[in-house]
């Protein structure tokens, strides 16, 4: 363990991902993420990586996406603005396989909207925000010390599954500065590399048996073709319905295959829990606080915490359904994750919204208010 | 097949035999371009293992896909903005990048202008013809007033871009033109282009006689070679003309500009220096 | 224990910078501290807060609700954010920038900018002479913890007189205890006695 220091979300942000091997990062600056972009800056050329601020979010985008088919670990940052700015890029990762991590610190929205104001808008923009169909890896961690863990994870993932990876944070921890102890060692996905030579029949973008393929860094004497267009193993454009189908099917099931091991949640005083509140980022800090508060009345309340909020936790919140008499979704928005929990709960308890979308972050008084208006009368 | 045929289609080895005929229509010029390149490649004798070509959407865009080596077709003007990352995570690689007018001066215009701005090493090809042509022929920013196009049926009014001035006052450090009529003439401007340690930045003119000839009583693909034969005038030439002559459809081809500068890759050595991180 | 103060001013009177030396200071001593802000998009002008949370046990709400102690630089500053101020808390105000103190009975005046004029140089250095007094008012991170993330967060060149500046703070602090009375400000743990 290194020494405790003071550090801010976004500088674990940009120091896990160094951890986790980054050595490329392209940003444009933009409230409330730029400190990720300057942390980069400043540590990328001391380690003999590469910092580039482009023109705007859609070429720093093109930028990480090929520096990353040239072999490089890759990173860039932005707010929600940016962000619907890099769909389009982040749809060609998507499509093309290509392993990346964009880091999306929320504001509030739509449009400029309150720049330097906590929001956690932009859930749904992570997961639908592309034209197409495909899946995405969405993390969303709650503290600066598990900012840097969710980092180091992201990059593991964008390498493993080779796809985009969201790093969902929210201003309130991007912004927050807290006592955090890193590692001094963490665990680092290698980039997956060929394992048949061209003579011996490489196609790129062949499966392997987690449906992933392994596809040739740039430079490495393969010669591929990489396209945004839909392909088939070769790499080459297909026009074949078939090839079609099997193109898209395999951009869902690499993701689904993987199963539960990539859906993180954490339940906090839960075991004997009869109604529960559903948060994520900053505000499960104050939900954390709220569902305290509320054990200390006797109140039989527990947290179910997000970590992984795309691909989302449906049997965790099913099981919940089941468990719990209610659950109270708290969500700095006017309502997004609140309509999965009602999915993933599919009636088996009621699902009651805690929203709020005035510039401010929750005030724990504010989430007891709605868990004891869910309870009813009920105090145990 | 003789030695002498060998050596003339020693080219051959640059494209990728399966993945050919090209979609491209009969009379278009982009094929012709698309040889320039890989004839450059050859006579600078860059390596097929260590350059790649990066290209955008469009007709010109589809090039990539026919060459043998490392190959990415990006999304709609995005091309230099791909090319730039590849450059910068592994300098050794010769990155070109094949783009159209559209392509390149209207969507992604922006990162054009930038890339020349940086001066990153990257050689960029523009497959001028005046049109989309995937599309169907509606007008780009490099349509001729009074040219006419679907989206344009009355003749265009939108002032055209000279893509070569754009360029150099962008920042770039090899800017050159010539056409599909000039097929030496434009190998060997590419071939200067990979000479350049900076943004090399051609302008190939290429007809296109189905979306713009068509339209522009120019039905013929040697109509519209012959225009270019008798339009294009070298530099030293055309500076000499009469501003009468020079607004006559004329443009130059040629050597446009070149100027010595730090490419990025070399300014960004300095910053790892600085940072203390210089051979990490 | 757990004590939360609010540093509040204008944009540019680097109010921001000392809170973030305050949780650093916590945080060498072996606490838990958070340090969070709100601002406007102004980077000169408007107004300014910072907070922060010290506590020997883990934060998780990491906003200050009620809190133990507010700073004020500026009068706007006073006005909207001494609203929510423990009862017991304390109120340290800017004397010549706040001119019409808010009602409050455990307000403490300290010529913070006269003082960063007068006695170190420039205005600038007002941030760190009321870093300064909150040391020696709360007592609750040692000095030493200070001085060492001032010298780690400001320019080099700067590092002397910002030094200086921490000592007036501490000083003109101490001396108006001496003359209010009062002892180290030692503010009640607790969530409750908001007023």
Same mark, same amino acid.
């Given at each position: 363990?290194?020494?405790?220091?003071?550090?801010?979300?976004?500088?674990?942000?940009?120091?896990?991902?160094?951890?986790?091997?980054?050595?490329?990062?392209?940003?444009?600056?933009?409230?409330?993420?730029?400190?990720?972009?300057?942390?980069?800056?400043?540590?990328?050329?001391?380690?003999?990586?590469?910092?580039?601020?482009?023109?705007?979010?859609?070429?720093?985008?093109?930028?990480?996406?090929?520096?990353?088919?040239?072999?490089?670990?890759?990173?860039?940052?932005?707010?929600?603005?940016?962000?619907?700015?890099?769909?389009?890029?982040?749809?060609?990762?998507?499509?093309?396989?290509?392993?990346?991590?964009?880091?999306?610190?929320?504001?509030?929205?739509?449009?400029?909207?309150?720049?330097?104001?906590?929001?956690?808008?932009?859930?749904?923009?992570?997961?639908?925000?592309?034209?197409?169909?495909?899946?995405?890896?969405?993390?969303?961690?709650?503290?600066?010390?598990?900012?840097?863990?969710?980092?180091?994870?992201?990059?593991?993932?964008?390498?493993?599954?080779?796809?985009?990876?969201?790093?969902?944070?929210?201003?309130?921890?991007?912004?927050?500065?807290?006592?955090?102890?890193?590692?001094?060692?963490?665990?680092?996905?290698?980039?997956?590399?060929?394992?048949?030579?061209?003579?011996?029949?490489?196609?790129?973008?062949?499966?392997?048996?987690?449906?992933?393929?392994?596809?040739?860094?740039?430079?490495?004497?393969?010669?591929?073709?990489?396209?945004?267009?839909?392909?088939?193993?070769?790499?080459?454009?297909?026009?074949?319905?078939?090839?079609?189908?099997?193109?898209?099917?395999?951009?869902?099931?690499?993701?689904?295959?993987?199963?539960?091991?990539?859906?993180?949640?954490?339940?906090?005083?839960?075991?004997?829990?009869?109604?529960?509140?559903?948060?994520?980022?900053?505000?499960?800090?104050?939900?954390?606080?709220?569902?305290?508060?509320?054990?200390?009345?006797?109140?039989?309340?527990?947290?179910?915490?997000?970590?992984?909020?795309?691909?989302?936790?449906?049997?965790?919140?099913?099981?919940?359904?089941?468990?719990?008499?209610?659950?109270?979704?708290?969500?700095?928005?006017?309502?997004?994750?609140?309509?999965?929990?009602?999915?993933?709960?599919?009636?088996?308890?009621?699902?009651?919204?805690?929203?709020?979308?005035?510039?401010?972050?929750?005030?724990?008084?504010?989430?007891?208010?709605?868990?004891?208006?869910?309870?009813?009368?009920?105090?145990? | 097949?003789?030695?002498?045929?060998?050596?003339?289609?020693?080219?051959? $080895?640059?494209?990728?035999?399966?993945?050919?005929?090209?979609?491209?229509?009969?009379?278009?010029?982009?094929?012709?371009?698309?040889?320039?390149?890989?004839?450059?490649?050859?006579?600078?004798?860059?390596?097929?293992?260590?350059?790649?070509?990066?290209?955008?959407?469009?007709?010109?865009?589809?090039?990539?896909?026919?060459?043998?080596?490392?190959?990415?077709?990006?999304?709609?003007?995005?091309?230099?903005?791909?090319?730039?990352?590849?450059?910068?995570?592994?300098?050794?690689?010769?990155?070109?990048?094949?783009?159209?007018?559209?392509?390149?001066?209207?969507?992604?215009?922006?990162?054009?202008?930038?890339?020349? $701005?940086?001066?990153?090493?990257?050689?960029?090809?523009?497959?001028?013809?005046?049109?989309?042509?995937?599309?169907?022929?509606?007008?780009?920013?490099?349509?001729?007033?009074?040219?006419?196009?679907?989206?344009?049926?009355?003749?265009?009014?939108?002032?055209?871009?000279?893509?070569?001035?754009?360029?150099?006052?962008?920042?770039?450090?090899?800017?050159?033109?010539?056409?599909?009529?000039?097929?030496?003439?434009?190998?060997?401007?590419?071939?200067?282009?990979?000479?350049?340690?900076?943004?090399?930045?051609?302008?190939?003119?290429?007809?296109?006689?189905?979306?713009?000839? $068509?339209?522009?009583?120019?039905?013929?693909?040697?109509?519209?070679?012959?225009?270019?034969?008798?339009?294009?005038?070298?530099?030293?030439?055309?500076?000499?003309?009469?501003?009468?002559?020079?607004?006559?459809? $004329?443009?130059?081809?040629?050597?446009?500009?070149?100027?010595?500068?730090?490419?990025?890759?070399?300014?960004?050595?300095?910053?790892?220096?600085?940072?203390?991180?210089?051979?990490? | 224990?757990?004590?939360?103060?609010?540093?509040?001013?204008?944009?540019?009177?680097?109010?921001?910078?000392?809170?973030?030396?305050?949780?650093?200071?916590?945080?060498?001593?072996?606490?838990?501290?958070?340090?969070?802000?709100?601002?406007?998009?102004?980077?000169?002008?408007?107004?300014?807060?910072?907070?922060?949370?010290?506590?020997?046990?883990?934060?998780?709400?990491?906003?200050?609700?009620?809190?133990?102690?507010?700073?004020?630089?500026?009068?706007?500053?006073?006005?909207?954010?001494?609203?929510?101020?423990?009862?017991?808390?304390?109120?340290?105000?800017?004397?010549?920038?706040?001119?019409?103190?808010?009602?409050?009975?455990?307000?403490?005046?300290?010529?913070?900018?006269?003082?960063?004029?007068?006695?170190?140089?420039?205005?600038?250095?007002?941030?760190?002479?009321?870093?300064?007094?909150?040391?020696?008012?709360?007592?609750?991170?040692?000095?030493?913890?200070?001085?060492?993330?001032?010298?780690?967060?400001?320019?080099?060149?700067?590092?002397?007189?910002?030094?200086?500046?921490?000592?007036?703070?501490?000083?003109?602090?101490?001396?108006?205890?001496?003359?209010?009375?009062?002892?180290?400000?030692?503010?009640?743990?607790?969530?409750?006695?908001?007023?």
């Amino acid at each position: 363990m290194t020494k405790a220091r003071l550090m801010q979300g976004n500088e674990a942000c940009a120091e896990g991902a160094l951890a986790a091997g980054v050595n490329f990062f392209a940003g444009y600056p933009i409230t409330p993420s730029t400190e990720i972009a300057e942390t980069m800056a400043r540590l990328l050329p001391k380690r003999g990586g590469t910092f580039v601020q482009m023109e705007d979010e859609i070429a720093s985008m093109g930028a990480i996406l090929g520096a990353s088919l040239a072999g490089a670990k890759v990173m860039d940052a932005t707010s929600g603005p940016g962000f619907s700015l890099k769909q389009e890029l982040i749809g060609y990762a998507a499509c093309a396989e290509i392993p990346c991590v964009v880091a999306l610190v929320q504001r509030v929205g739509p449009s400029t909207g309150q720049p330097t104001a906590p929001s956690q808008g932009d859930v749904m923009q992570t997961r639908w925000g592309t034209h197409g169909d495909h899946s995405i890896l969405v993390l969303s961690p709650w503290s600066v010390r598990e900012t840097f863990d969710a980092s180091v994870l992201a990059v593991n993932y964008a390498e493993r599954f080779r796809m985009p990876v969201i790093l969902l944070l929210d201003e309130i921890v991007g912004h927050l500065r807290e006592r955090v102890v890193l590692p001094e060692h963490v665990e680092t996905y290698p980039r997956r590399k060929p394992k048949k030579t061209r003579a011996e029949g490489y196609q790129p973008f062949a499966p392997d048996d987690d449906l992933v393929p392994n596809v040739a860094d740039f430079g490495t004497g393969y010669h591929i073709h990489v396209t945004g267009l839909i392909h088939d193993e070769t790499g080459f454009p297909s026009g074949s319905p078939a090839v079609t189908a099997e193109a898209i099917r395999r951009m869902q099931e690499k993701i689904a295959r993987a199963g539960e091991g990539i859906v993180h949640t954490e339940a906090s005083f839960m075991e004997d829990a009869k109604w529960a509140v559903v948060a994520f980022g900053g505000t499960a800090r104050t939900a954390y606080e709220a569902v305290r508060t509320m054990r200390a009345r006797g109140g039989k309340v527990g947290l179910l915490r997000l970590m992984t909020i795309w691909p989302f936790a449906d049997a965790v919140i099913a099981r919940l359904a089941k468990q719990v008499r209610g659950i109270l979704v708290a969500e700095l928005s006017y309502g997004q994750i609140v309509h999965e929990v009602r999915r993933a709960a599919a009636g088996a308890c009621p699902v009651a919204l805690c929203a709020k979308y005035n510039m401010k972050a929750f005030e724990p008084a504010e989430i007891v208010a709605g868990i004891e208006k869910l309870m009813g009368g009920d105090v145990k | 097949m003789s030695a002498e045929q060998t050596a003339e289609r020693s080219f051959e $080895r640059y494209f990728r035999a399966n993945r050919l005929p090209h979609l491209w229509c009969p009379g278009c010029g982009n094929g012709i371009a698309m040889k320039a390149i890989v004839q450059a490649i050859e006579k600078k004798g860059l390596s097929q293992d260590d350059t790649v070509i990066v290209s955008g959407i469009g007709c010109s865009s589809r090039a990539s896909g026919y060459m043998d080596f490392d190959t990415l077709h990006t999304a709609h003007g995005r091309a230099i903005p791909f090319a730039t990352g590849i450059k910068l995570a592994n300098p050794k690689l010769n990155v070109v990048v094949i783009t159209g007018d559209g392509d390149c001066t209207a969507i992604g215009g922006n990162h054009f202008i930038h890339g020349c $701005r940086r001066n990153i090493d990257l050689t960029v090809v523009l497959f001028n013809n005046n049109i989309y042509g995937m599309t169907g022929g509606q007008a780009s920013p490099t349509t001729p007033l009074g040219a006419k196009a679907t989206t344009a049926p009355y003749g265009s009014v939108d002032r055209p871009f000279d893509a070569c001035r754009l360029a150099e006052a962008s920042g770039a450090t090899y800017v050159a033109r010539s056409t599909a009529f000039h097929v030496r003439h434009l190998s060997d401007m590419i071939a200067g282009g990979f000479d350049n340690k900076g943004f090399s930045f051609i302008e190939a003119m290429v007809q296109c006689p189905t979306a713009y000839g $068509r339209k522009n009583k120019m039905a013929s693909p040697a109509a519209m070679m012959e225009w270019m034969r008798d339009h294009a005038v070298m530099k030293a030439a055309f500076d000499k003309l009469p501003d009468t002559e020079k607004s006559a459809g $004329r443009f130059p081809i040629g050597l446009l500009y070149q100027s010595e500068d730090v490419d990025y890759d070399t300014a960004y050595e300095v910053v790892k220096e600085r940072a203390g991180g210089a051979g990490k | 224990m757990k004590q939360q103060l609010r540093l509040s001013g204008s944009g540019g009177q680097g109010v921001i910078t000392a809170a973030i030396i305050f949780a650093e200071a916590a945080v060498a001593d072996g606490l838990e501290a958070v340090q969070s802000q709100s601002y406007g998009p102004e980077a000169r002008g408007g107004a300014s807060k910072s907070e922060v949370i010290v506590s020997d046990e883990p934060i998780y709400h990491p906003h200050v609700e009620h809190p133990n102690l507010v700073l004020a630089m500026t009068q706007k500053a006073a006005d909207k954010y001494f609203i929510d101020l423990r009862e017991d808390g304390l109120l340290v105000l800017d004397e010549q920038l706040v001119p019409k103190p808010p009602k409050f009975a455990r307000a403490f005046r300290i010529p913070i900018t006269k003082l960063a004029v007068e006695e170190v140089g420039k205005p600038l250095f007002a941030n760190i002479v009321a870093l300064g007094a909150l040391v020696r008012l709360t007592q609750l991170v040692p000095l030493e913890a200070v001085r060492t993330s001032v010298a780690n967060r400001v320019p080099p060149h700067t590092v002397e007189p910002n030094m200086k500046a921490l000592r007036v703070g501490w000083d003109a602090a101490g001396k108006g205890m001496e003359k209010q009375g009062m002892g180290a400000f030692t503010p009640k743990a607790g969530a409750g006695g908001a007023r």
